[in-house]
């Protein structure tokens, strides 16, 4: 399985920028136990960058298991399912992390 950080040097590769469209927004990754840390995902005038640490005032902060985050990137977590039993946490605007999902095909 591959790492959470690998995971997110992944990410640039993913993104889609036509479905990001004039989109800006920004999104902190608060991950906890083994693999866990904070990455941030800045996305803004149709490009995507991709950090680790922490941002300041985050559009939307996502609080999950570094575990449950890889597993909803391969696919063994519904991301809806994480959200509805408390796996996934989100503080900010829900609406971003809806189109975050979409504009990285997730």
């Known amino acids: 399985m591959a790492s959470v950080a690998d995971i997110f040097k992944a990410l640039p590769s993913r993104f889609n920028a036509e479905k990001a469209g004039s989109f800006n927004a920004s999104v902190l990754f608060d991950l906890s136990g083994d693999d866990g840390g904070q990455w941030h995902v800045v996305?803004?005038?149709?490009?995507?960058?991709?950090?680790?640490g922490s941002i300041d005032n985050p559009t939307a902060t996502i609080r999950m298991a570094a575990?449950?985050?890889a597993d909803m990137v391969s696919g063994?977590?519904?991301?809806?399912?994480?959200?509805m039993t408390g796996k996934v946490k989100v503080e900010g605007d829900l609406n971003t992390v809806m189109k975050f999902q979409q504009i990285f095909g997730m």
């Open 67 to 69: 575990s449950d985050y």
């Open 43 to 52: 996305i803004a005038n149709g490009q995507c960058d991709v950090g680790e």
């Open 76 to 83: 063994k977590l519904n991301p809806m399912a994480a959200f």
